[in-house]
């Protein structure tokens, strides 16, 4: 599970966790049952930083990880 002050960031550390577990990265994904694009569209991480949505520069953020109890 995911939690985030910052949506730029999140979306990028999403895109960087499916490299991880071997999966192509979003920008390169195939369609399949539930999508008619050719490719998808991950533009709107780039335009939301410009927007001041966010922060697109990864040297301005950070990736915490908590391991909770259970």
Do not use: W
Request: with cysteine; aromatic share 6%; glycine share 8%.
């Amino acid at each position: 599970m995911y939690f985030a002050t910052d949506p730029v960031a999140l979306e990028k550390a999403i895109d960087a966790q499916r490299a991880v577990k071997g999966m192509t990265s979003i920008a390169l994904s195939k369609p399949d049952q539930h999508s008619t694009f050719l490719n998808c569209q991950v533009e709107h991480i780039e335009l939301a930083g410009r927007l001041g949505l966010g922060e697109y520069d990864d040297k301005k953020s950070s990736v915490k990880r908590l391991d909770l109890p259970g």
